[in-house]
């Protein structure tokens, strides 16, 4: 447990830490998760950059001013490996790590290292995030050493986190090694004050949980940009053969589909077929989407004012253009707002470089090709028909009027679409910038049947009417979404799929 203000050195000093452990043991010995909170770079020395290809082989994964979801995400990866190595430990018939290391050197065990800089801004707000990495970390500190698991949690302060308050003996009581830097004392008893006058540079290194009596004052040395740069290369040139970098999320940064492997690797040759819509916010960064196939509800909604929407459009739309061979597939694509012009353009370039017909049409020809795909009882030909719908809200109003000779609405054929589309290979993908017209073009279904939804800067509130989940504790931030698939009640957060400069755009218009 380290401790100490703002300008101590607290970074420095894990750089100190964490580098004179990746020196000392081989990644088979050592293997690195770090994530920091704040607004800093603290371990971006671990990781390849544009400037610098070297990266510390001993890193699996490192968090750059991560979200709380990613901290949760490793520390679910942590609990996972814990359950794993207890299931190796009882085949060997052994209760030590070091025991099963030597007795199966073929079971890779190196012990595990978890650095969470800041870590008191995963407890914050006390909701369901806090409360389960809360349980994970208990669970964690309690167990985690005697399988090869262990953590150094670095703050300014661990006092006034409303989520420890039950869990501070149960957790911080595992924590014996306690380092006090200058303006850390809150990490050692209230009876020590040795902490108090310590200089820039200088610790008070405990290792009896902060109790008085058993301090040692430490001088810990500068890490110079020059002695760290010319050590990491010195183990990047060491690794061994074969190891790839470690899974870097950095919080900030966009997410483009033609930077995500998963995405470019996209072919004809996929048993089902996926809508991607962005990189979830977990450990590798995960390809996230939906399945679109005959499942009833396989549509696709983008909900909130956002232009990210149209771009979220876009990368669905030329995923699923790549999973089809040329000409099986029809696009009908319709941008009705001006904000989605570029993204619709581009959408159609990359549908004809594929192959495929795409036709652009506009908010009165959607009326009636609507009314024809209403109609449609089998694929056409084989081939399957997504109608893209760029700004679908602002047709609501064309789409409320009925036909004075059918008395048929725009609205009846959309939802006899939505209704019926999937079993005879069509699909929606709209893009509605408001909550209310997309549960009014839906009608008395509340959009129940479209299963596939992203929310951009839609507020919690209007999610937990959508979902009837009024305890949904969803908060919308910039770069972030809000994955919601029906089909598996699953709810995911994402990093969206934005063509490069957008967000540059959107914050021009702010």
Not at 177 to 200: C, S
Request: glycine share 10%; charged share 20%; net charge negative.
């Amino acid at each position: 447990l380290v401790g100490g203000r703002t300008g101590s050195g607290k970074t420095v000093f894990l750089l100190d830490v964490l580098y004179g452990l990746a020196s000392r043991y081989s990644p088979d010995e050592l293997g690195l998760y770090l994530l920091d909170f704040k607004e800093g770079v603290s371990f971006a020395e671990f990781t390849p950059t544009a400037v610098d290809p070297s990266w510390i082989p001993h890193a699996r994964t490192v968090g750059i001013e991560s979200d709380r979801e990613y901290g949760l995400a490793v520390l679910r990866t942590l609990s996972r490996e814990m359950t794993r190595r207890a299931t190796e430990l009882k085949r060997a018939g052994v209760t030590k790590l070091a025991d099963l290391r030597t007795g199966r050197p073929d079971v890779a065990m190196p012990r595990l290292l978890a650095v969470i800089d800041e870590f008191h801004v995963l407890f914050e707000g006390n909701d369901a995030v806090a409360r389960q990495a809360v349980a994970l970390l208990e669970e964690l500190a309690r167990k985690g050493r005697s399988y090869g698991i262990h953590l150094i949690l670095a703050s300014q302060t661990i006092s006034g986190v409303e989520a420890l308050f039950t869990k501070t003996e149960s957790i911080f009581g595992q924590f014996p090694l306690r380092v006090a830097l200058a303006g850390g004392g809150g990490v050692l008893d209230q009876l020590n004050d040795g902490a108090d006058n310590l200089p820039i540079g200088g610790a008070v290194i405990n290792t009896a949980a902060g109790t008085a009596g058993a301090n040692r004052v430490i001088r810990f040395p500068n890490a110079d940009a020059a002695s760290v740069t010319a050590q990491r290369h010195l183990l990047w040139n060491a690794r061994p053969p074969g190891d790839a970098p470690p899974a870097v999320f950095a919080g900030y940064a966009e997410q483009h589909p033609d930077a995500d492997p998963t995405f470019a690797r996209l072919t004809p040759d996929v048993r089902r077929r996926r809508a991607l819509v962005g990189r979830a916010v977990d450990v590798g960064l995960p390809t996230a989407g939906f399945t679109l196939d005959a499942t009833p509800g396989s549509h696709l909604a983008v909900l909130g004012t956002s232009p990210v929407g149209a771009d979220v459009l876009h990368a669905a739309t030329v995923s699923l253009a790549r999973q089809h061979a040329p000409g099986t597939a029809r696009f009908l694509i319709a941008p009705l707002v001006a904000a989605a012009d570029e993204a619709a353009d581009a959408t159609v370039d990359a549908i004809t470089e594929a192959g495929h017909p795409c036709d652009t049409i506009s908010a009165a020809q959607l009326r009636a090709r609507l009314a024809d795909l209403a109609q449609v009882t089998a694929p056409d030909g084989g081939q399957t028909t997504y109608l893209v719908v760029f700004g679908a809200d602002s047709a609501s109003g064309l789409l409320a009027a009925s036909d004075p000779t059918t008395y048929r609405s725009g609205h009846d054929d959309l939802r006899d679409v939505l209704a019926n589309g999937p079993t005879h290979g069509v699909h929606l993908l709209g893009w509605w910038r408001t909550l209310g017209r997309f549960t009014d073009d839906l009608g008395h279904t509340g959009g129940s049947e479209v299963a596939c939804l992203v929310a951009l800067n839609l507020p919690g509130s209007d999610v937990g009417s959508l979902l009837g989940d009024y305890a949904s504790q969803w908060q919308p931030r910039p770069n972030r979404a809000l994955l919601i698939d029906r089909h598996d009640n699953r709810r995911t957060l994402i990093v969206p799929y934005v063509r490069p400069g957008t967000l540059d755009q959107i914050d021009d218009l702010a």
